[in-house]
């Protein structure tokens, strides 16, 4: 799956992730309106709203953009509803030919790693049937668990063609507190780091990359430096830019020699751009245009820091 | 919550929990005959035949146990469908009296982990109206991400009187890969042991014990040990018993002197008793009497190793 990623950003020469986390407060109001008056005020309208704030943002921008990460996080919290309206955007930016991450950041032991990773990216078998339940085209993973929680996840990508992001060094302010404690004089990040490194020669693809990647944040471009040395063969899964203060020139180390190697995500910076005082001239029943302007000048910024 | 917790562990004199991981194959065959020939081989008969098995299991155990604990993941991987069955099955262990743990192991950052936070343990508005979208009474936290991405279940623990259990040692081979590895003298598990006791402190039940808890597998006895010194006012979650090779003597050290502090969970021990050798004779139709059968000698194995 790193090959049709890597295929998508060289197609329209934008390493940049749009985050497809929507909130309520993103909404403008006549969708809101729209649907509550069909459905109620109901999670089943919730779900609808966002589905269809989705579908604006994904309809406006799909042309412009390789990937999408929508946050699972967001749609759970309305639910099962929520559950139904990630699924949609799935297959709805999967139908545009998008790279669709699902950012899940599921991690656990044995069995029930395999089960996530199986929910997914993989296939279920229910009698002489199988199922793609979720079928996003890559997942975030948490490492905390170590080798048993991924090596599920690895043993999915290779039958299926996928891939992951592992979280290495989170984008927080307060991801330092574990993240980044010496070990044998290195930092936890960097051992993790090094697994992910040694995750991904079990999954090497033929554009020389490995369907294991990591997430760095932004908003340590120092430490994004490091983990390039050290994971030369990962595409990092860049947050932080934008709303939480990442800019172009923090990402210049993120990227390879080659141009390629990172990936750089915005959420709210986007998606609710017409919100922002620098978009407000589209307003609210234009939020998709808003966001595609975002997306226009996001690449600007990224090409100009990285000299491409 | 934990007060809760403590009163039904005090009326049914069991520290036990039942891990309600349905996989297909626990599942005795007259149960999949039976869905699939309403419902075909679909996500829709999976969810429905796991739904099935616990309205069984749970029947038959509720009586003696305190709490259960849904493994997300194993509905997780039969969509939307099985998610829906999550959800009954925490509605029906809920009116049972049962705590619930939803065992989700979720973890991000701010915003994100408030979404996920609302979903499991708090609610969500919609409009004018307030949903409690899962509903669980504690849920399962990665620590991975520090503590911006805990701190946003704490808010909700003490807005809906709920509780969580922070991953500390998990109970598989690979734990150590990351937890065990030295900062300052110290390893990692006792650093987020550390971290565990202070979030606690913002949280705590007139009980004597925090609204944290800490997950700590059965496997690593001295490790328990340590982190029960380590935070002694939180509930100790201990995997790994049975299945995974937890024996009730390696449990002690996880126990305060009161002979509360720690629940030990038991999952494919008991929802599929009925496939092993020991409990054969109920045979597959009666599989949930197997089950609590197999309560039972794990409450007495508890028991005679705590001396209780």
Redesign the interface.
């Known amino acids: 799956m790193i090959g049709k990623l890597i295929e998508n950003i060289k197609k329209t020469n934008a390493p940049i992730v749009v985050g497809l986390?929507p909130?309520?407060s993103f909404v403008p109001d006549h969708i809101k309106k729209e649907v509550?008056s069909e459905y109620g005020?109901?999670?089943e309208?919730?779900a609808e709203i966002i589905y269809r704030f989705n579908v604006g943002i994904v309809e406006a921008c799909a042309d412009l953009i390789p990937a999408v990460k929508p946050?699972i996080?967001?749609y759970?919290?309305?639910?099962?509803p929520?559950?139904?309206a990630f699924?949609k955007t799935v297959d709805l930016c999967r139908e545009k030919g998008l790279c669709v991450i699902g950012d899940v950041?599921?991690?656990?032991?044995?069995?029930?790693?395999a089960?996530?990773a199986?929910?997914h990216l993989g296939t279920?078998e229910?009698?002489?049937?199988t199922?793609a339940?979720?079928g996003e085209d890559f997942a975030t993973v948490?490492?905390?668990?170590?080798?048993?929680?991924v090596k599920p996840f690895l043993d999915v990508c290779k039958k299926c063609g996928k891939g992951i992001f592992v979280?290495v060094k989170?984008?927080?302010?307060?991801?330092?507190?574990?993240?980044d404690?010496?070990?044998?004089g290195k930092p936890?990040y960097e051992?993790?780091g090094e697994?992910v490194r040694e995750w991904g020669e079990e999954c090497m693809d033929e554009s020389g990359y490995s369907e294991v990647g990591a997430v760095v944040g932004a908003t340590y471009p120092e430490m994004g430096k490091r983990l390039r040395e050290i994971m030369p063969k990962s595409y990092i899964l860049v947050p932080g830019y934008g709303a939480q203060g990442g800019k172009g020139k923090d990402l210049v180390h993120f990227f390879n020699e080659d141009g390629l190697g990172a990936i750089v995500n915005s959420s709210r910076g986007i998606i609710a751009a017409w919100k922002q005082e620098k978009y407000a001239a589209f307003g609210p029943e234009a939020y998709a245009d808003a966001a595609r302007q975002a997306v226009l000048d996001m690449k600007e910024d990224i090409s100009e820091a990285i000299g491409k």
């Open positions: 986390d909130m309520l509550f005020e109901t999670l309208a919730a946050q996080a967001m759970e919290q309305f639910g099962i929520g559950l139904a699924k950041k599921r991690g656990d032991i044995g069995s029930t790693s089960a996530y199986a929910a279920v229910v009698g002489s049937n199922y339940p979720f948490n490492p905390y668990l170590g080798s048993d929680g979280l989170t984008s927080n302010p307060s991801s330092g507190e574990f993240q404690r010496e070990i044998d936890l051992l993790v697994k």
